[in-house]
């Protein structure tokens, strides 16, 4: 792929939609494009977390340790964005991500990230929707599973 | 050592002494007939008054006269010519030895020190006072005995002549004496006081320059270079002060000399005048008393310059001896003695009331009583400081009790000799130091206690002589070329066990990983190993294979010549190559006329050119709206920030007045941005399939006509050869990592060490990665391998009991977990100690002992 190509498929990312061009560019260029095989570990829970992964193309299982035994929590597909929780907030890899097919990802370090926070309010947005959609989300399932 | 410079010179070189006088003395004919003769010559050859009939029966002429006492002239000249030389080689041979001698003798004497007090004295006084400080005590010793005896003879001589003439005269001539002998000592008392506060403070000034090497970074950081330097002009001030004053001391005493020798012929004119008048003395012997008393005032002169430069010397001497007779220094024979016939250990390591305490009085282990047996695994932990680290220092006999004592099943420890010592226990401690030499040198150090008998005699002639030097001068009598490493003391038989049992303990204390690794990124240039290379070549080929076999192709991209490498710049796609070493650059492969001529003929120069102009282009859209200095710069853009703005103005000069509008400085620099793209990292689509194409034929056509002298420049890539200049492993992978594959590298150095494995040629990998230099004191390697191999060092020795006190502090928890399980496996049955941080968990030792403020405070049975 090259990066005009790239730069494309970013666009299309409901995250990155605000982005201008040259923006765009320096996200390609600056962030590394990877190739998983299937069951290859994009991270794992517990582990220091430098960077966070955009789906491209494929999808991904994401696990959580539980004492039966890793526990599949959820899948995210194309156009997600998994593993910013760790470069955002600081914190260990609080789930392992393994692919669940051939997987292309972007992988963008945690300094890229952040200064595309902080060039771009409407990512920050967005990123701060997405974590809280996460939070409620735990919340619900944390509130089922006591029922 | 001897007290005096004279009692040591007398000690070591009496003999010698004697020689030098006797020669003195009997050299003085020569040199008084070698001033009569030409006397002779001109009152009786030339004058031709007194020319004898015949000589041994031969008639003699005036011309024939001449010429003998001419010839004699010549060959008398000779003669004292080639005695003097001789004696003055004598002369500086012994002040060499003697200095050789005394240099030896403190060396020896640093190495006997206690411990404890090398954290008193400065490493950069000590050193020069081996070094530089006796350098002056070498001259005087040949002089020492000779001129004193020689000047003295002459001065007494000359005065019995005038004495023999007139008792009156003789008085005269020395009644200065007395005085210049009371006085002049009094003088030279206070010069010497000087000259000794002079060396201190140049012995504090080398401790402080010392100081700045060690504090350069806090210097540096916390900005203190100009108090730094307000200090150092203190100290020169303080030494030009005592300069002045001695010169201004030394020189009144020569003033003082001259004078009171030139009152001396006032009393000849007065006293002699006075009684060539009274009748009493005649004219003729007034003037030979006063030929006399000239040629004394040589002898007194000299006699009095010696008698300064001994006072000096003599101050000298003691000032190096006292900075070598520390208290407690070590025994020299438990020091020199070797272990023979070692029996294993056995019953208990123990004390009673054991103490110790530093200069200050406060005691760091106090009153500790135990009994360990040799072979349990016994754990000391506690706070830093309450006595755990010279409880162990203690029990290894590197420092000595103030009060009680370490017994070795019933054997007083301090009784034993170094080598004893070092035969029963190993110790590692927290200071990790790595002598000069590659890291086997230093895992092997510990094995270098004795040279190997067989090896200590070489019959060269050669050899012999140097040899017979060293031991006429006290110095070792061992060579250190000869083969030190004792396979014994590692338990082994012969240089292949010994490195097996070192590769062994090498993956024991976690190193295995990080030497297989050096090995890996060695280069065979220097030490070439044709079958070694022959071997890796193979594991390339084997790489290759297992590549395709594997379905691994798409992890690595290999050098092809017939095809273009995305993985790798463009510039190393054109040349096929890299440069052969780091003092050549791409660029200036580029830039060499045939390479721009080649690439010109078809346009791909100009191709590549706006190549770079495109990549220049998308750099300037990406980048220019980082702040100027961003770090993404240097991790990302071909183009620094600095250079940015430059290149905003050329592309718009392009952009309006065409490509043409640019100067040959300006087409270099767009040309070296497009050499650096690597398509597949860099994905701008600008070096596309067609480009690669034509990079390709370039390549061949540039292979083609290569001149000889660009060849020897490039390290070309050719699958059937060896690059001693590329790493092992980049010979062996022949390719690039491909881009953006997860666990590439991980996944291919798994697949190399498979294919190292399947050819057996892991050991010479490890053996490479063991032949790294680790610089001085270890400075090449980061601290954790240094601890690493300061760890293997001791275990390589096979001794009852191993002390590890401190000694892999630097590492992580589950790196010293790890560790300290493979060591307590390892020494199954034999004794280890183990000083281990306050809150470790000591698993796995039979015993732990807590100190603390220097009492144990806790016996506990081990966690088992």
Redesign the interface.
Known sequence: MSMIEEVEALRNIPLFSSLDDSRLKLLSFTSEWVVYQPGDNLCIEGEKGEEAFVIMEGDVDIYVNTKSGPLLVTTHGAGEIVGETAIVCDVPRTATVMAATELVVLKITKDVFMQLIEGCPEVAVAVIRELAMRVNDGVRMALRDAE | METSIFKYILRYSRKEQVLILIATVLSMPLVYYSLEIPKLIINQAIGGDGIPASILGFDVTQISYLLILCCAFLALTMINGGVKYHLNVYRGVLSERMLRRLRYDLYSRVLRFPIPHFKRISQSEVVPIITAETEPLGGFISDAFALPAFQGGLLVTYLAFIFNQDVFLGIAATAMYPLQMYVIPKLQKKVNELSRKRVLTVRSLASRIGEAFAGNTEIRSLDTSKYERAEITGRLGSLFEIRKEIYKRKYFIKFLNNFLNQITPFFFYLVGGYFVIKGQLSLGALIAVLAAYKDLAGPWKELLKYYQMKEDIRVKYAQIISQFHPNGILDAPLLDSDASGRQTLQGALSSNGLSYAEDNGVKHVDGISFEIPVTRHVAIVGPTGGGKEDLARLMARLIDPTRGQLKLNGVNVAGLSVAQVSRYISYAGPGAYLFTGSVLDNIFYGLKNHPRPADTAIDDANAERVRLESRRTGNSAFDVDACWIDYKTAGVEDSGELEAKAIELLSVVDLDRDIYELGLRSKLALNPNAALEDRLLQARHRLSDELSRGDLN?LVELYDYSRYNTNAPVAENLLFGVPRDSATTVQDLINHPYVQSTLAKDGLLDELILAGRNAAE?MV??????PPGH??FN??SFISSDDLPHYKLMLGRIEVDGIESISDEERQQLLSVALMLVPAQ????IVDDAIQQRLVEARHRLAEGMPAELTALITLFNSDVYSGESSVQDNILFGKLA?????AEIRIGELIRSVIDQLGIYRDIMRLGLSYDVGIGGAAIPVDQRQKIALARALLKETDLLIVNDAISVLDTDTELKIIAGVQQLRRNRGLIWVLAQDHPAAGFEQVLTLEKGKISKRSNGSD
């Open positions: 798409h998308t859209d990406i980048f220019s709206d980082l770090e993404f991790r990302f860099h994905r701008l689509g881009y953006g594959q997860a666990r």
